[in-house]
Structures are given as C-alpha cells and as structure tokens.
T-cell receptor
Framework: KAGVTQTPRYLIKTRGQQVTLSCSPISGHRSVSWYQQTPGQGLQFLFEYFSETQRNKGNFPGRFSGRQFSNSRSEMNVSTLELGDSALYLC???????????FGPGTRLTVT | DAKTTQPTSMDCAEGRAANLPCNHSTISGNEYVYWYRQIHSQGPQYIIHGLKNNETNEMASLIITEDRKSSTLILPHATLRDTAVYYCIVRSPNSGNTPLVFGKGTRLSVIA
C-alpha cells in the first residue's frame, strides 16, 4: 500500500511569510505526528493529531500550528517565517496505539 | 532529552556484520527499545523494536541485555546502502502515541 506522502517536497519562502505543509497518512492510519529536523537541533517533535484533535505538542512557539481533517490528512502551518525555520519537516503515520511510526519523505523548507 | 547514548560514528566493511551499541541505563519497565535509521535526506525508517527478548526481522537483529540497560543492533551483512544515521530510542507505546525523542544517533559508514 502507498506510504506517507508529503507535499510539497521543496519550498522556498521569504522571512515574514507563512507556509502550509501537507501530509497524507497511510490508508487506515489515523494518527499523524510532525517533526522538525535541523542540523543544529536534530529531530524534534512538533505535534501529534488523532481524530482531528491535537493530542500532544512539543516545545515550539505558537507560530507553529496544525490541524487534521476527517480523512486523517494533516496540515501544518508556520506563520511569520524566520530564518531559523529552515528545516526538513517530517510527518509520521501510525495506528491509534502503535509500535511503529512510518515517516514520510519530508518537506524541505528554506527561508531566505 | 534523549534517554539513550550512542557512539557518534562507526565504520564497517561491506559484507561484515555491523554491531551498533546503545546505552539506555534509565529505561523503565514498560519502555521498549526502538531503532530507526535515516539515509541521507530521506525520512527515518523503522528497523526493529523490542522489550526484553532478542528480536530478529528481515532487516536486523536486536540484542537486549538481561538488565535492559543496553542493547545492540546487528546488521548481519552490511551493504553500502546501509550507510545511514542509526537512532536508538526508548519509548512506551502504552500511553498513546508518545513522541519519538531522537538523540544524535550513530553515523554508520559502510566501506567497500
């Protein structure tokens, strides 16, 4: 079956702009999490959604937000972009309570 | 903070077994040991997980010490495509989808 898909794969934005990233989980998976990966901080948890509800949130400013739709697809939004938001944004897909989380290929965001 | 300690880097000759150690001395009774790897510029890939018994799948074997304070991931016949950063993570799946907390991992280089 198809894996986790993320769109777009690459994105270039300017400081102050906002951006929306999309994640489609594996069919039947209802939990989606988002992670940010930077060379300095490594992989860091952003938030997790299940049944359109945010269940868990990492330590990121309020400029980072997300949502999940009834079909389990998820979007994350970053407003007022800063240079430090340049990163690889990864989403994961899993069953409700799962031993395994499956990562998507990521969206590479560059802020100039 | 990550609850695991791994060597920063390791080399392995192609065709030989790669043994990647991980220390998790503060692991609690309901936490599993997970291994993921990340090939350059791709999303992390789940490899294997275990609680206290040794585990084997088509990708690797996981050996967990009796006191559960450390473990070793074994790639039995490493190939050049196994060159990646390997992450050892401890996590309990029993309380919902708790986030994966990534450390810096071990950069494995498989050499021809």
């Amino acid at each position: 079956k198809a894996g986790v898909t993320q769109t777009p794969r690459y994105l270039i934005k300017t400081r102050g702009q906002q951006v929306t990233l999309s994640c489609s989980p594996i069919s039947g998976h209802r939990s989606v999490s988002w992670y940010q990966q930077t060379p300095g901080q490594g992989l860091q948890f952003l938030f997790e959604y299940f049944s359109e509800t945010q269940r868990n949130k990492g330590n990121f400013p309020g400029r980072f937000s997300g949502r999940q739709f009834s079909n389990s697809r998820s979007e994350m939004n970053v407003s007022t972009l800063e240079l430090g938001d340049s990163a690889l944004y990864l989403c994961t897909s899993s069953l409700v309570i799962s031993y395994e989380q499956y990562f998507g290929p990521g969206t590479r965001l560059t802020v100039t | 903070d990550a609850k695991t300690t791994q060597p920063t880097s390791m080399d392995c000759a192609e065709g030989r077994a790669a043994n990647l150690p991980c220390n998790h001395s503060t692991i609690s009774g309901n936490e599993y040991v997970y291994w993921y790897r990340q090939i350059h510029s791709q999303g992390p890939q789940y490899i294997i997980h275990g609680l206290k018994n040794n585990e084997t799948n088509e990708m690797a074997s996981l050996i967990i010490t009796e006191d559960r304070k450390s473990s070793t991931l074994i790639l039995p016949h490493a190939t050049l495509r196994d060159t990646a950063v390997y992450y050892c993570i401890v996590r309990s799946p029993n309380s919902g989808n708790t986030p994966l907390v990534f450390g810096k991992g071990t950069r494995l280089s498989v050499i021809a």
